[in-house]
């Protein structure tokens, strides 16, 4: 699952059973992501992956992720939100393409 966020842009996969991967590019933005859930996880750094950056956790991490990132949206556009945040903003452009892709798909 690709999670586009206020807070940054992450990947969350099941590797094993009871055992998830939210990955992302950035450390910034999983540091985002700990710090908004409150949490004491570690990052873990994997230079040689496709996402630089992971938690290693299990489902109810993952719903406390989910729940927060629900309750965190304060805004009435994203694309708008994105622009306006200064650790988010160099995302915009990324976005808006994806925005563009998937809107050309809708018909």
Known sequence: MWLCTQHGFFSIVQKKPSEFHIRGRLRADMENLVKLC???????????????????CGQAEVSQVMAKLATAIDYSNFKSRIHTKPDQADKSAAYSKLWGNLYELQG
């Open 38 to 56: 409150g949490a004491e996880w570690t990052i873990i750094e994997t230079k040689s992956g496709d996402y630089s950056y992971r938690i290693v």
